[in-house]
């Protein structure tokens, strides 16, 4: 059996990706991770800081794995198309959910200054990825917008057909 920690950690992943930010309450994590109420707190100060903890290990996964995912090609283009196919590849394993930092972002304050100081840093780095797989900055902000619009338009409509044409799109562009 994994550490309360884990636990803590899993359980917040699943609810937060399923259910939202702010759906899912302290008292919902404690029961289903079965942790005691002092566990919880030991580990976690408050629920902005689990949702920090959360969104730093959702960051590296994502990055990880779309890493990972379009290096199975060799070219800058090749590579480029192949981000699109990691949005389908996720909508068909997370069930469309879409993006998780965006997903939360709609969701926080203006004063939960931690949590969207790592939006900010994911998406930052995502557009960087394309940064370098493109050697034109504005061709690579506007694919990077691309994935973001497919990204959020399949989650919408839960179906991959704007994927595939917007990787039609940036096939042109690029």
Not at 46 to 51: A, D, G, Q, Y
Not at 111 to 129: D, M, T
Request: proline content about 1%.
């Amino acid at each position: 059996m994994n550490s309360p920690r884990e636990r803590i950690l899993e359980v917040t992943s699943e609810l937060f990706h399923q259910q939202g930010y702010n759906s899912t309450g302290i008292n919902q994590i404690i029961k289903e991770a079965k942790v005691a109420k002092a566990s919880f707190y030991q580990h976690f100060e408050s629920k902005e800081n689990l949702c920090v903890e959360y969104l730093n290990n959702r960051h590296t996964y994502w990055l990880s794995e779309f890493s990972k995912f379009i290096s199975t090609e060799k070219e800058p283009k090749s590579k480029t198309l192949r981000a699109f196919d990691f949005i389908i590849f996720m909508n068909e394993n997370e069930h469309f959910r879409g993006c998780a930092f965006l997903n939360i972002l709609s969701e926080i304050s203006k004063e939960q200054h931690n949590i969207l100081s790592i939006i900010q840093s994911h998406k930052s780095a995502l557009r960087n990825s394309f940064m370098e797989l493109i050697d034109n900055e504005l061709i690579a902000l506007n694919v990077y917008l691309l994935f973001e619009s497919a990204i959020i338009e399949s989650q919408l409509f839960q179906a991959n057909e704007i994927v595939h044409k917007t990787k039609i799109i940036v096939n042109h562009i690029i």
